[in-house]
Structure formats: structure tokens, C-alpha cells
């Protein structure tokens, strides 16, 4: 019985990589399969990007006079606080002295209880008014009308100081305070700072020129 030509199928000395089988397909490397990406329809923004909204010029200059105001105010209340030392100084006294007699510290923290008390009835309203300027700024109505009422509020107020008999820095301060005022009303209420205090309009993605 002769030898077959070859060596068997299926076997190769050591060191050589096997023939394939009579039959047997070539092996391939399978690609990596790339995930199917749907074009975004005409119009319409990608899955997770918020628009991008400009907010108007007028909502802009009323933000940034609400903050000259309030550092108006703080200059006032300094102001007051620096001029009127000797005053206040003197009526501790006086108010000391109906109760017998007194100290220099019992002076100084009579003073520092009023100057406290004011710095508390300062503060407080304009730190609301600071908030709500913020509030403002990021399109809310509610806070629009808020500062509207308050700014109204502040009209009153700063006529009446300006007509007082305080001291001349305090009322020139109030003098400023009027147009002010006025004038954060008035660009709140622009037409073209509307669309800014619409919700719907901010989620369209709203422009200005």
C-alpha cells in the first residue's frame, strides 16, 4: 500500500502554522459595529443643549442700576453714620443722663445699638432688593412687579429724605435716588425687554438684535 502524497490533512510538522481544512472558510475579523445617529430635523436644537438666550439691553441697565442704587444707600447710611457722630454722641448723653449717672462705655454702646438697629432697617430691604434684582435678571415677572412696588416705595422715601432736615450729603444722595428709581422702572418695562419675562418666548430660544 503506497504513502499518500503530502502529509495528512489537518497535520503539519511542528512549527507551521495547520492548513485548513479541505472546505473550511478563511477566518475574518469582525468590525465593530457604529451606532446608527439620526440627523436632528431642521429646527430643532440637539438632545441636552439649552438655547442660548441673550437677555435684552434694557433688562441689563436696569439690573446694574439696581446695584448703583443699593451702593447708594449704603453710601447714605455711611454717610450719616460719619457726619453725625457728634450728634449722636450728644443725644446718648442726654438720654444716658435722665437715668443717673453714666460711662464712656455706657456711651459707646448706646451708640453702637442705634447705629445697629438703622444698619438692620438698611440691610435687610436691601438685601431683598439685591436678590430680586437677580431674580429679575434671570426673566422672572414676579420679581419685575416686586421691584416695581418697591421702587415705588423708594420714591416716597427718598422725596421725604431729600426734604428733611438731615444733613446735606445724605440729601443730595436722595436727590439722586428719585431718577433712579424711575429710570429702573421705566427700562424694566421696555417692549423690547418683554419677551425677556415671557417663559415661553426664554425656552424658544428668544434674540435680540
Known amino acids: 500500500m503506497s504513502e499518500p502524497n503530502g502529509p495528512l490533512p489537518g497535520f503539519e510538522p511542528p512549527g507551521r502554522e495547520p492548513a485548513p481544512y479541505p472546505g473550511q472558510l478563511p477566518s475574518y475579523e469582525q468590525q465593530p459595529y457604529l451606532g446608527y445617529q439620526q440627523a436632528p430635523y431642521p429646527g430643532m436644537a440637539p438632545t441636552g443643549a439649552a438655547p442660548t438666550v441673550r437677555r435684552p439691553g434694557p433688562v441689563n441697565v436696569a439690573f446694574w442700576l439696581i446695584m448703583l442704587g443699593s451702593a447708594i444707600v449704603v453710601a447714605m447710611f455711611v454717610s450719616a453714620v460719619l457726619i453725625g457722630d457728634a450728634d449722636l454722641d450728644r443725644a446718648a448723653r442726654e438720654e444716658l443722663a435722665k437715668d443717673g449717672s ?100 426664554r425656552m424658544e430660544g428668544w434674540r435680540t438684535t
Do not use: C, E
Not at 429679575?136 to 428733611?164: D, F, K, Y
Open 102 to 201: 453714666f460711662t464712656d462705655s455706657d456711651v459707646r454702646f448706646f451708640k453702637i445699638g442705634v447705629i445697629g438697629t438703622f444698619a438692620a432697617m438698611v440691610v435687610v430691604p436691601l438685601a431683598l432688593f439685591v436678590v430680586f434684582g437677580f431674580v429679575m435678571r434671570a426673566g422672572r415677572n414676579w420679581a419685575r412687579v416686586t421691584l416695581t412696588v418697591l421702587l415705588s416705595l423708594g420714591l416716597v422715601a427718598a422725596l421725604i429724605t431729600a426734604l428733611a432736615p438731615a444733613y446735606l450729603a445724605v440729601r443730595l444722595l436722595a436727590v439722586v435716588m428719585f431718577p433712579l428709581n424711575i429710570a429702573v422702572i421705566v427700562t424694566m418695562f421696555q417692549s423690547s425687554a418683554g419677551p425677556h419675562f415671557d417663559r415661553r418666548a
